[in-house]
């Protein structure tokens, strides 16, 4: 029987540990009883839930105490056993469908946007041989990286409050993160190290309230990097519990539409072939969503909005099995190709801040008018950072903000040692692959519920709520025995307080080199190669296998650059 125990004295205020060690399949099963248990409209039967195999190595393969691994093949499982409720009700009940999840390859899958190979080369190899510029026509970024000082605008930083630190978040728009402490962006610096001992040495000159209400006026990103207890005891906290992990609803209030009927696509004998979805998303967590849906057959066509600064290189695998177009919201004639795109959508994804889209006619209201008047409901993916209601709801903010709320990164230092407040973000962007994921379980459920019963839903998805959920007492995090025997196996090199998303995501691809050495060779079990007009890349299968291969998630295209297509002549497939 799992139990935890507190840990405050080693991983700080609130948080909990297991008591005894569970090897990893058979706490990823735990942790799928426990999840189901609290998902509204997922099944409860146990005979469902042990169609689920587990399998895979007893030992974490990740940095840290977070059993974010187990949490997301509890995740993987439910999207399986939804895939297959789907099958069911499309080609008739099938008592013989399971689904099989590696619990490795699930860890694998968290670093995912670092863990591929293009035309032969890594990630870093791509930088380093100056190609990163091939995988982008469109400047998204907007020169927010082109200096140290403007790269170490994301970092967590000391305040002037002894043991409080805080998350700045430079957004893609460092230049104001800069201003907002009184830093000339262009200000010479001429080594990452001597950007970051700059900008502390501004930061401390505040306190961390003060650096919220600066960003609040602002309208900028950023967060207290708070304890687990820390953040339970505030209001947004509060609120957030009040839902779901899974939160998707239907929509009652909208005008009644009748049941959908799945698509049947010859010779494509996946979940959801023949399901439209038009994406509007960013960076990783919304794109988890498509790139996920597309595996299990759907026709994504995904918008990148080049004048909303929007994307980054990380993002180039999340491009699999999709299309790209180009839609500028500020015109009038782009505004209304994307509704004619979204007029015969099943599913419409966004992950902008509430409010932020509904002026382009893209709201969820918006968009429950256009079902009732079409008469087929429409599924409703959002995406954001602190979820939707509560006093932080409509900030800005991103996989590090939601990281350093929660306690995640506060934890993640305890687990080093540091006991002085310092946060180290986790090695992995464990709430964006997360709140991806969590958002596609969502969708997959409601499209089975538009086909039984009709109508919209609403699926709701929070980077926070996803950071905060392996810091749970009945989650529990790994004792320091556990953390040391990973760091042992895998030699991880050091990791601090100002490394950026890519930097951490490279020393956890050469821990796994070191004891994987096969990776993206042929025999490594959880690799593929797709070959596509952009070239040959090497890159991570889906993770849920169902037990027909005719109908087992997989990719039928290669990745594609933004902006791949003629928004002017795209149509579905």
Request: charged letters at 20%.
């Amino acid at each position: 029987m799992h139990s935890t125990v507190s840990s405050s004295e080693i991983y700080g205020p609130g948080s909990f540990m297991d008591k005894e060690y569970t090897d990893i399949p058979t706490d990823s099963r735990r942790i799928l009883s426990l999840i189901a248990k609290a998902t509204p409209g997922f099944t409860q039967s146990p005979d469902v839930l042990d169609t689920v195999t587990f399998e895979g190595g007893a030992d974490p393969i990740i940095p840290g105490p977070l059993k974010a691994p187990p949490v997301a093949a509890a995740l993987h499982a439910m999207c399986g056993i939804v895939a297959n409720e789907i099958l069911d009700k499309r080609d008739g009940k099938d008592p013989n469908r399971r689904v099989n999840i590696n619990t490795d390859h699930a860890a694998f899958w968290l670093g995912t946007v670092g863990l591929f190979q293009w035309n032969g080369m890594d990630l870093k190899e791509i930088i380093d041989a100056g190609k990163a510029q091939e995988f982008f026509k469109v400047d998204f970024e907007k020169g927010a990286f082109r200096t140290p000082l403007r790269a170490r605008a994301t970092a967590n930083y000391p305040t002037k409050v002894p043991g409080v630190w805080y998350q700045l978040h430079g957004s893609l728009d460092s230049d104001s993160a800069l201003r907002a402490i009184g830093l000339d962006p262009d200000t010479p610096c001429d080594s990452p190290q001597a950007a970051y001992d700059l900008i502390s040495q501004h930061v401390q000159l505040f306190s961390a309230d003060e650096l919220e209400m600066i960003n609040i006026k602002l309208g900028l990103c950023g967060n207290t990097s708070y304890t687990p207890d820390g953040w339970r005891q505030t209001q947004m906290s509060k609120a957030l519990s009040k839902h779901p992990l899974v939160n998707y609803k239907l929509q009652s209030h909208a005008v009644p539409t009748p049941p959908t009927p799945l698509p049947q696509i010859q010779g494509d004998g996946r979940p959801l072939a023949g399901v439209k979805v038009v994406e509007l998303v960013r960076i990783i967590a919304g794109p988890v969503v498509g790139t996920t849906l597309a595996a299990l057959g759907a026709d994504v066509i995904r918008v990148n909005c080049s004048r909303l600064r929007d994307l980054n290189l990380l993002q180039a695998t999340l491009n699999t099995g999709i299309r790209t177009i180009d839609i500028d919201l500020a015109k009038g004639e782009d505004l209304s190709k994307l509704l004619r795109l979204i007029e015969d959508a099943d599913i419409f994804v966004q992950g902008y801040r509430p409010g932020v889209i509904a002026k382009n006619g893209l709201s969820v209201s918006n968009l429950l008018e256009l079902a009732g008047k079409r008469g087929k409901g429409i599924v409703y993916v959002e995406e954001n950072c602190y979820g939707p209601d509560g006093p932080f709801h409509s900030r800005p903010g991103w996989q590090q903000t939601g990281d350093a709320a929660s306690g995640a990164s506060y934890v993640t230092a305890r687990s080093m040692g540091h006991t002085d407040g310092r946060s180290i973000l986790p090695a992995l962007p464990i709430p964006d692959m997360m709140t991806g994921l969590i958002g596609a379980l969502g969708a997959l459920m409601a499209i089975r519920d538009r086909a039984e019963n009709g109508g919209s839903y609403h699926v709701f998805a929070s980077l926070t709520a996803a950071a905060a959920y392996p810091l749970s007492q009945e989650i529990g995090l790994y004792s320091p025995e556990v953390v040391d025997r990973v760091n042992k196996r895998f030699q991880w090199e050091s990791m601090d307080p100002s490394m950026f998303v890519f930097e951490l995501l490279q020393v956890v691809v050469n821990g796994w080199k070191k004891v994987f050495p096969d990776m993206f060779k042929s025999k490594f079990p959880f690799t593929t190669t797709i070959k596509g007009d952009w070239g040959n890349f090497d890159l991570l299968k889906p993770v849920v296998k169902l037990e027909d291969a005719k109908t087992t998630p997989e990719w039928k295209s290669a990745p594609v650059p933004h902006c791949y297509y003629d928004a002017n002549t795209i149509s579905w497939i």
